[in-house]
């Protein structure tokens, strides 16, 4: 990728910039809309910023019943 840092840098920056890679990356998170997992996991995400994760440890748990 290059002898120098400044090299590598520019390589990686032509990298990150390149507009097909952006657009296959986009394409495999935008349909990636379902998440998977046991009823627990699944019930513990949020949506933050359009993306799934899971929520913070120590929140208050809803009853299996309600």
């Known amino acids: 990728m290059g002898e120098s840092e400044e090299d590598r840098q520019y390589v990686y920056k ?3 910039l390149d507009e097909k890679e952006r ?9 990636n809309k379902k998440a998977i997992g046991d009823k627990v996991f699944l019930r513990n995400l949020a949506s933050k910023s359009g993306r799934l994760s899971a929520r913070k440890v120590g929140r208050p748990r809803k009853s ?3």
């Open 14 to 16: 032509l990298y990150l």
């Open 23 to 31: 657009q296959e990356d986009e394409a495999i998170f935008n349909n």
């Open 64 to 66: 299996e019943n309600n």
